[in-house]
């Protein structure tokens, strides 16, 4: 994965938040995704995300994505680095790209279908490293690591969540 230890990157809001390789869409209003320099796992940034509030179906999605070039028919390893203030739950998603008759649709028209449902990664206040194994289908040449969402009910709201090191072996 290109800068996934978000070395180069910039911001501290949303508005001006900048990583190369990676895109910040619409993330939910009570989210702000930054860089810190303080907390990161390794190298001298990671990315930060902060939950204000939960919404009514108890989630909150960050719609931060990068796109990578993948194999048909293969099987990969996704890892990755995180921690957060306090223990809670943190969900990841990865989708297939633009298609038709997806479930979500982006503001550039596209739609998205999700290949796998969000795999959920119980964090504590240590840096633990998350992977998950996954297959690419027989036709899939491209995937996307489209969503960290931050899940729970309403008095798990008020959390940061640092993820770095974001890598994918096949």
Do not use: H
Request: some cysteine; glycine content about 8%; charged content about 10%.
């Amino acid at each position: 994965i290109s800068n996934g230890g978000f070395e180069t990157g910039t911001g501290t809001t949303n508005a001006n938040f900048s990583v190369t390789g990676w895109a910040l869409t619409t993330p939910a209003a009570a989210t702000v995704v930054s860089i810190d320099t303080v907390n990161p796992y390794s190298g001298s940034q990671c990315i930060k995300i902060f939950v204000d509030t939960l919404n009514s179906n108890n989630g909150i999605r960050t719609d931060l994505a990068i796109p990578i070039i993948v194999i048909p028919d293969t099987t990969y390893i996704f890892s990755a680095y995180v921690k957060s203030d306090t223990a809670g739950q943190l969900q990841i998603q990865f989708r297939d790209g633009p298609s038709a008759g997806s479930n979500v649709v982006q503001t550039d028209g596209t739609t998205w279908n999700s290949i796998a449902t969000f795999q959920s990664i119980n964090t504590t206040t240590s840096y633990v490293q998350y992977i998950f194994m996954f297959t690419t289908s027989s036709s899939q040449t491209q995937l996307f690591i489209y969503d960290f969402k931050r899940t729970g009910n309403s008095n798990q709201a008020n959390r940061t969540f640092r993820i770095d090191d974001v890598s994918i072996y096949g």
